[in-house]
């Protein structure tokens, strides 16, 4: 393509020798020919990474050789004798809206890169003088408005990045080398006796040309504002710098972030030049950070793990994980990136920030005060709910890697593009939901269309179908984590069981991510039998993990973790049965119960203070002394897997049926009959309180206590609720029974069978 009101260059051509020589010089001035993303040096063949100015003979392609330099059909510069080609990263200037124009500014580079340019003398080690050539790049700064900031083309906003190349091209050398000695006095190219004053090679005029091969097809700008710099290069400033964790390090941040495809990848530059590859997310996020930085601020320390990691070296890799600990525990804040856009996340997050501040206001409008956002949209809007839950939807709460960032971290900031929220409030947005939710406001638990699900539970399908309740306890098991020996979860069977659901492209990683966390008494133990350790097959490490826990904490509870259920998503096979897979995923909806069921299989301690007696067999089964306590009679399936009404009534009934017939042929149970039918439809049949025991595997509500009828009210009204023809119909007393209780029978038989 052609150009025209572009900038001019002078090149000025010098020996480096000693500082008198450095006024000894003559200068080539000229137009320029393209601007595209070639580098035939750095790139030869292919587009390069990020847009150049290029001046000089019109040969220039992706490809070309000094030879080719030569042959073109002319320059673009004043000395028809250099076919030269010259070329520099071009100059952007971003503007307050994002968008990038072309700008017009001075650069100099000096070349080649050797020497000591500040005072002209050569170094012992290089004693011969060479050809220095600086390029001067001349641009009208007056002609930028409404100034931002300014930008090269590889996204640097700093400048440390300015960098240049050049062909070699002159079409006779000699001649260059007869300039070195006539044209380098005090007068320059001035000087009468200048080679490049004499004969049909003489100086011309800087012209505008076209180059002879056509530049890519791209918008480098030419034509108006951009609205991503070419390339789609994000702007950075990146520079590469290396502390030492055994010494003191500057505050610095770290960043925990989804990686996203890793297959789809762009370069960018560091400051000086230098390309690094990473995935397209990454390279949004940096560039929603740059651009979110004032003109003129400092530069920030940021520790990116795909940056500052070689993730193909697995040996490295191993030992990086070590040290995520050091890292996460140090840095000040952990940056949480949950997008680069910040529209879908904003009426959630300004919901948030009212809840935090006024944690006595009310959810349920009709009751006062209650939180209202300036817009008018209250507790009741789908768009507000669906807001909310967007930000708890961001892929980074289904890592793996980002549990321990998360926990290790001393502060966390989460932010949404150009909004941020801090730990501290959105943890206070949590609990005021939680206390309004449980105490006063029948606004975030009402039930819709007689089913037993609150609104914490309706799913948005915005948001794939996650439910307030699902997209909160997303940070409730965080900050469960976090705070682990408050809440007696601190091993490694408790981190994989709670962070089940998320997932990670290495399934090594499953276990890998969770050995940093402060696991207590365990945690030498386990660390010590569980290397890591990237070249052990995903099998070999699971089996591996099975036999560690049992070996330190003396139980078989690894085994309850072995998930059969109808809705796991396995990725693993071939195997043992008495390995957990931790691929397997299950939804989030059911995962809450399986977590709560297993928890309390432990709490109930059966084995008490008896250690299980085990061994891993050369063939890959594992031997345990067992007890026989009876055998199976019937089986019949467990919680109901459907909402219909008629299909939960008729489930207790054969589920009564069973528990009676247990009765019928076990003498030890006689016992039971003692105290009568409690509904009509029992008449002849075991109290039904024992029978509710049985279902919810004798729990209760804390609430319940000290109440000994509440428990088998609440079951009388759970079952009134599954035959109602209109549940809405209920009082709302009889509705909040039902779904408790319902809650207590899913713990013990959703997606079991009961025998």
Excluded at 179 to 200: E, F, H, I, K, Q
Excluded at 229 to 258: E, R
Excluded at 482 to 511: E, K, M
Excluded at 661 to 684: I, Y
Aim: glycine fraction near 6%.
């Amino acid at each position: 393509m052609k150009l025209d009101n572009l900038p001019s260059l002078r090149l000025v051509y010098a020996l480096v020798h000693t500082p008198a020589v450095l006024g000894h010089i003559f200068t080539v001035n000229c137009k320029p020919l393209t601007i595209q993303r070639a580098d035939p040096i750095l790139f030869p063949g292919v587009v390069s990474p990020h847009v150049h100015t290029v001046v000089g003979g019109t040969a220039f392609a992706l490809t070309e050789t000094n030879e080719e330099a030569k042959a073109a059909n002319a320059t673009t510069c004043d000395k028809t004798l250099d076919n030269s080609n010259y070329w520099q990263p071009q100059l952007y200037h971003q503007r307050f809206d994002g968008k990038f124009e072309l700008v017009e500014m001075q650069g100099i580079m000096a070349f080649p890169s050797i020497g000591d340019y500040n005072t002209g003398v050569c170094p012992p080690s290089h004693p011969k003088a060479i050809l220095s050539v600086f390029l001067e790049f001349f641009y009208d700064t007056a002609a930028v408005k409404n100034f931002n900031r300014l930008v090269w083309s590889m996204g640097d906003p700093t400048g440390y990045g300015l960098h240049g190349d050049f062909i070699n091209g002159w079409t006779d050398q000699q001649a260059l080398e007869r300039a070195m000695d006539t044209c380098t006095g005090s007068l320059g190219v001035n000087d009468p006796r200048c080679s490049l004053n004499v004969g049909p090679n003489g100086p011309g005029q800087p012209s505008l040309q076209s180059p002879q091969i056509e530049p890519p097809n791209e918008d480098v700008g030419l034509r108006g504002p951009l609205d991503r710099l070419p390339g789609d290069n994000p702007v950075t400033g990146l520079d590469l710098v290396t502390y030492s964790l055994t010494s003191k390090i500057p505050p610095f941040t770290a960043l925990s972030y989804v990686w996203g495809d890793p297959a789809d990848r762009v370069t960018s530059c560091w400051s000086g030049g230098k390309t690094v590859s990473m995935t397209r997310n990454l390279s949004a996020i940096l560039q929603c950070l740059t651009s979110s930085m004032i003109p003129g601020s400092e530069p920030f320390l940021l520790w990116i793990d795909a940056l500052c990691i070689n993730q193909a070296d697995l040996k490295e890799r191993a030992e990086q994980v070590k040290l995520m600990n050091q890292i996460y525990s140090r840095a000040n804040p952990v940056l949480v990136f949950l997008s680069t856009t910040s529209a879908p996340f904003e009426v959630g997050l300004n919901f948030l920030r009212q809840a935090a501040a006024h944690p006595d206001w009310h959810y349920e409008p009709s009751m006062q005060p209650h939180l209202t956002l300036s817009s008018g949209l209250d507790a009741h809007s789908e768009t507000l709910r669906n807001s909310v839950i967007a930000i708890f939807a961001a892929p980074w709460w289904t890592r793996v890697w980002t549990v321990q960032e998360f926990v290790l971290s001393g502060r966390v900031v989460f932010r949404c593009g150009d909004e941020e929220m801090d730990e501290a409030t959105l943890l206070a947005a949590f609990e005021s939901l939680k206390t309004h939710e449980s105490s006063c406001c029948w606004a975030a638990r009402r039930e819709a269309n007689g089913d037993s699900k609150g609104y914490l539970d309706l799913p948005s399908v915005a948001n794939g179908g996650l439910s307030l309740y699902q997209a909160t306890m997303r940070f409730d098991q965080l900050h469960v984590m976090r705070n682990a020996q408050a809440f007696d979860a601190r091993s490694l069977l408790g981190a994989l069981a709670t962070f089940r659901t998320r997932q990670c492209v290495d399934a090594r990683d499953h276990i890998f991510g969770m050995l940093g966390l402060d696991l207590g008494s365990e945690s030498r133990e386990l660390k010590a039998r569980l290397k890591v350790d990237y070249t052990v097959s995903p099998k070999e490490l699971f089996a591996d993990v099975a036999c560690s826990m049992i070996h330190s904490s003396g139980c078989l509870d690894v085994l309850s973790h072995v998930c059969q259920y109808a809705s796991t998503r396995g990725q693993l096979s071939g195997l043992p049965s008495w390995v957990a897979d931790w691929t397997a995923t299950v939804d989030e909806t059911f995962h809450h119960y399986y977590s709560e069921r297993t928890r309390r299989i432990a709490l109930s301690n059966a084995s008490m203070d008896l250690e299980a007696e085990w061994q891993r067999l050369s063939d890959g089964r594992l031997s345990t002394k067992a007890i026989i306590i009876g055998y199976i009679k019937t089986v019949v399936s467990g919680y109901q897997t459907s909402n219909t009404s008629l299909f939960g009534e008729k489930r207790i009934e054969t589920w009564i049926e069973v528990f009676t017939s247990r009765c019928n042929w076990d003498s030890d149970c006689q016992h039971l009959l003692h105290n009568g039918p409690a509904h009509p439809k029992d008449e002849g049949k075991p109290p039904i309180s024992e029978f509710s025991e049985m279902i919810t595997a004798g729990h209760a509500l804390v609430g319940w206590q000290n109440d000994p009828g509440r428990q088998l009210r609440a079951f009388k009204d759970w079952r009134d609720w599954l035959a109602h023809q209109d549940p809405e119909a209920l009082p709302e007393d009889t509705r909040q029974n039902a779904r408790n209780f319902d809650d207590l029978v899913k713990l013990l038989g959703k997606e079991m069978s009961l025998f």
